[in-house]
Each structure stands twice: as C-alpha cells, then as structure tokens.
C-alpha cells in the first residue's frame, strides 16, 4: 500500500530535550516536505526536500533541522525544543513534476513541549 | 498578502443539505492548481479534488464539485447531499507553478458541522 509513515505519531517532551521524528514513504517520491499545522493558520511548509541531499527552508524552518540521506526517509530534528513548537506535524510526498501531482500525507505526529 | 482566503471560520449545515466552502487564491503565476483536503477529528488529511488554470471545465469527484471561477480568482468548494461523516475542517490550498512547485499554500480552513 502506497504510504507516508510518521512516528512517533504523539510525543510529550519538555524544553530543549533534543527529538526526531521520523518520515518515510514507500512511493519512490522525489519531493518530500515538513508542514506544521496551528489553529488559524492552516498549514505552513517548515522544510522541504526535492532529492537526495537537496533540502532547502521553508516558510517557517527556524528551530528546525532535517537531512535527506535516502530517497524514502525524509527526518525532522528539533535539537532544542521550545513550548512555541507545540503543534501537529506532517510530513508529504509527491512526485517529481508540475503542479497537478497530488501530495500524499503521513497520518501527523501531535508535539507538545513543556 | 494571504494567498490563499477562506473566509467562513465555522459553518453549521443540515444533513442532506448541499454546502459551498469558499475560497479566493492570489497569484499572478498562470500556472498553477487548486486543491481541497479534509481533515477529520482524527486528524489525517485526505485529498478530495484538484482543479489546474488551464481545465476547462469544474472538477468533480462524486459528492465533491469544484467551482471555479477563474476571473475572480475563487475555487470554491460544494457537497452536494451533505452527510453526517462530511462533518471536519476543510483546507483549501494552492501550489503555483515551475517556482513554487516544491510546496503547498494552505488557508485557514473552514469547520464544516453536518447537524442530523
């Protein structure tokens, strides 16, 4: 079955305690991306990756680090945790290509930092 | 400057009823699509339709119609024969052309209640 996986899919953590959450897809897709979702903002880009060793900030990456050493895994590292990243996170993928390729989404990791 | 509107926060529906979720995109690329997702309770996203600049025509998938209406930059969204399951938030989102084709642009969302 097609898929993006995401875990932990629900983590409590408290500040500064470095963490990773981890991202994979099982499609052999280029493009892979770090959204964070909060109440009245809808979704923001945080990272995104279009190959192997080719990342580049999104609109919203500051405390935020990631690396694409494999096509298929695509992490996300928060090496100082803040209470201001609380928040739901998803990790996408898509194919290579213009705009009309759909973007598939992991089922989301819900982050709290005390 | 918002790129992507969505005006309703929260909207309230009878079951059965048909619903428009609105929203107004901003971009001079002329290439670029329209996308509505779902998010239940549960929290995943599920893609329900996609709409390209240069379709003709609206895009429909089953329940789901896109209204687009080019000239005044709006995609809105309409369900027809609304069901209790419909009941979620709604983003719409846009991605534009070669240069932002890395990413999507999300509204706000709109917290769609189907009431029995």
């Known amino acids: 079955e097609a898929q993006v996986t995401q875990n932990p899919r629900y983590l409590i953590t408290v500040t500064g305690k470095k963490l990773t959450v981890t991202c994979s897809q099982n499609?052999?897709?280029?493009?892979m991306s770090w959204y964070r979702q909060d109440p009245g903002l809808g979704l923001r880009q945080i990272y995104y990756s279009m190959n192997v060793e080719v990342t580049d900030k999104g609109d919203v990456p500051e405390g935020y680090k990631v690396s694409r050493k494999e096509k298929r895994n695509f992490p996300l590292i928060l090496e100082s945790p803040s209470p201001n990243q609380t928040s739901l996170y998803f990790c996408?993928?898509?194919?290579?290509?213009?705009?009309?390729?759909?973007?598939?989404f992991g089922p989301g990791t819900r982050l709290t930092v005390t | 400057a918002q790129k992507i509107t969505q005006t309703q926060p929260g909207m309230f529906v009878q079951e059965k009823e048909a619903v428009t979720l609105d929203c107004t995109y901003d971009t001079s690329d002329p290439s670029y699509g329209l996308f509505w997702y779902k998010q239940p309770s549960s929290g995943e996203m599920i893609f329900l339709i996609y709409?390209?600049?240069?379709?003709?025509q609206n895009a429909t998938e089953g329940r789901y119609s896109l209204n687009f209406q080019k000239a005044r930059k709006s995609a809105n969204l309409v369900i027809s024969a609304s069901q209790l399951g419909d009941s979620a938030m709604y983003f719409c989102?846009?991605?534009?052309?070669?240069?932002?084709?890395?990413?999507?642009?999300f509204g706000q969302g709109t917290r769609l209640t189907i009431n029995p």
């Open positions: 989102a846009m991605r534009e052309g070669l240069q932002g084709a890395q990413k999507l642009v």
């Open positions: 499609m052999n897709h280029e493009y």
């Open positions: 709409q390209g600049s240069y379709d003709q």
């Open positions: 996408a993928s898509r194919v290579r290509g213009f705009v009309l390729y759909e973007q598939y």
